[in-house]
């Protein structure tokens, strides 16, 4: 039985793709795009030594997504892909497996079957990659301006895995190195090498930009969205007015509270917290700490979101105001700008809304008002 061993590629900076969070590590349908790229090679059963090559600078994000998966300590790369397997097959070099299949950890929707295709055909060829075959008109142009239809018959787009036997693979980058080749079929292609194709898949494409990934976000079944919900009572007493998802109504009565009393900040501070399960507002603000006497309720809410983000994307948030007075329709504009401003989100994602109880129960009687809100994040770290 051949021993096979497999390089996934990760030591790129993703120029292309752009970001503080390169593209390898990004987060990808609950976990990452590297980590998905390694487990369909760890997954297929057939592999010896799973190696992993990676930027020095990455090591902590690198950690952070695959430590757990009990490989050998990742190869650092070079300064271009044909560098970074060139370093993963001389790390190989003293295993010396049979036979090696590259792929670049920006493919994370390989298939198995794509991976035993090339696996399979390895064992009558000298190289093998997937490959699909060219299904659009290619067109040349100068300028922005087509010059030419290039004829399309026998072209085929590359793609990951591809398969050598081991001993040709690192003789012929070892033959290639200095030169500027962007697969692995071209530096065995160079030493007369023949590269068979066979069939890949039309999801095996690369993760090239953020589309890509939003692609392959659909593909895998939509992101880690969560939501949270939140609700909140104040009593009203005399006063002057009371403050609303972060607007001063002029009332005769307040809110009264700890805080600034503000029912609708409340209530979608705890649904932000609920949605990534950090505890409620009573936990972070505990109404016994004079810190928060009279405090403004936005730092609340600020305090929440900054939670949310350090983990993802807050997508949108609903609130609705339970009373009879005072009417919520002249605020309501004001209120979404002030809560989009908190929380630095667009107003288009921010909604306050309003209802009567028939002036049944407490918010009927106006003895208080009720505030219940949700909200939806996305989680990508
Ligand atoms: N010096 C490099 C450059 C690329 N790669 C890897 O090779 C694969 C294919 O490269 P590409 O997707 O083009 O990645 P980047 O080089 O990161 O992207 P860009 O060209 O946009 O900078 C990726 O998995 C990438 O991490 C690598 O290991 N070492
Ligand atoms: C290896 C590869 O993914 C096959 O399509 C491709 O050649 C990588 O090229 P890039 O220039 O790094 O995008």
Not at 71 to 76: A, M, Q, R
Not at 119 to 129: F, M, R, V, Y
Not at 347 to 368: D, I, M, N, Y
Request: proline content about 4%; some cysteine.
């Amino acid at each position: 039985m051949p021993r096979h061993a497999a390089v996934i590629v990760a030591a790129g900076t993703g120029e292309r793709f752009g970001g503080s969070l390169p593209k390898q590590y990004r987060p990808l349908a609950g976990s990452s795009v590297l980590r998905r790229s390694v487990e369909a090679f760890r997954a297929s059963g057939r592999f010896g030594d799973i190696v992993v090559v990676i930027r020095d600078e990455h090591r902590a994000l690198y950690d952070a997504t695959a430590s757990d998966l009990g490989l050998p300590d990742p190869v650092i790369g070079g300064a271009t892909r044909q560098d970074s397997v060139r370093a993963a097959l001389e790390w190989l070099a003293s295993h010396a497996p049979d036979g090696v299949l590259v792929h670049d950890a920006a493919r994370p929707l390989v298939d198995q079957d794509t991976i035993a295709r090339v696996l399979d055909a390895l064992e009558t060829a000298e190289a093998a990659i997937a490959a699909v075959p060219v299904v659009d008109t290619i067109k040349r142009a100068e300028g922005g301006i087509a010059s030419g239809t290039v004829d399309r018959s026998g072209l085929w787009q590359a793609q990951t895995p591809q398969g050598f036997r081991f001993a040709t693979l690192l003789a012929a980058h070892r033959a290639a190195a200095g030169e500027s080749l962007t697969d692995d079929a071209a530096v065995a292609e160079r030493q007369g090498i023949a590269v068979r194709i066979v069939e890949g898949h039309v999801d095996n494409f690369k993760i090239t930009t953020e589309a890509d990934l939003t692609r392959a976000e659909r593909l895998l079944g939509g992101a880690d969205i969560r939501t949270g919900t939140g609700f909140d009572v104040h009593r009203l007493v005399p006063g002057d007015g009371v403050i609303l998802c972060g607007v001063h109504i002029p009332h005769p009565f307040k809110l009264d509270g700890h805080s600034d009393a503000d029912v609708g900040l409340h209530a979608l501070t705890d649904a932000l917290l609920g949605a990534i399960g950090a505890g409620d507002i009573g936990q972070h603000f505990p109404p016994s700490d004079e810190r928060w006497r009279g405090a403004d309720s936005a730092a609340f809410l600020a305090h929440a979101a900054s939670l949310v983000r350090a983990r993802g994307t807050i997508l949108n948030v609903d609130v609705t105001l339970m009373c009879e007075r005072p009417k919520i329709g002249p605020n309501r504009a004001a209120m979404v700008a002030r809560v989009a401003e908190i929380l630095q989100l667009d107003p288009e994602r921010v909604s306050v809304k309003a209802t009567t109880t028939e002036r049944l129960g407490f918010t009927g009687r106006e003895e208080g008002i009720a505030a219940q809100a949700s909200a939806s994040v996305r989680i990508e770290r």
